[in-house]
């Protein structure tokens, strides 16, 4: 079993920045991905970015590239979101996500993350 926690949800204006974490622990060693999820009200959870274990390869969906930025720390088991410029309409609840699943590609489908965190708040004032 996998153990996700998220922290540094908050509030901020727009333009400024964030930036979460996700400390994992348990069965680490079979995670491939840690991806980051959001989801608004109303909306459907969205995939966001992720970023390999072993390496540093990265993937980012079209809306927040070049604004997010992932990062990863294996020695201390955490993944991190760092946000800059954002939005009102990056308003949403963050998630952490871990994958078993290898390869790279589908790192956008929710349902192949077989673990997932609790979730953090994100609200962005205009």
């Known amino acids: 079993q996998v153990q996700l926690v998220e922290s540094g949800g908050g509030l901020v204006q727009a333009g400024g920045s964030l930036r979460l974490s996700c400390a994992g622990s348990g069965r680490l060693f079979n995670i491939y991905v840690m991806g980051w999820f959001r989801q608004a009200p109303g909306k459907e959870r969205e995939f966001v970015g992720g970023?390999?274990?072993?390496?540093?390869?990265?993937h980012y969906a079209d809306s927040v590239k070049g604004r997010f930025t992932i990062s990863g720390d294996n020695a201390n088991n955490e993944v991190y979101l760092q946000m800059n410029s954002l939005k009102p309409e990056d308003t949403a609840v963050y998630y952490c996500a871990a994958r078993e699943v290898p390869g790279l590609t589908g790192w956008s489908t929710s349902s192949s993350y077989a673990y997932w965190g609790q979730g953090t708040q994100v609200t962005v004032s205009s």
């Open positions: 970023i390999r274990r072993s390496g540093s390869f990265t």
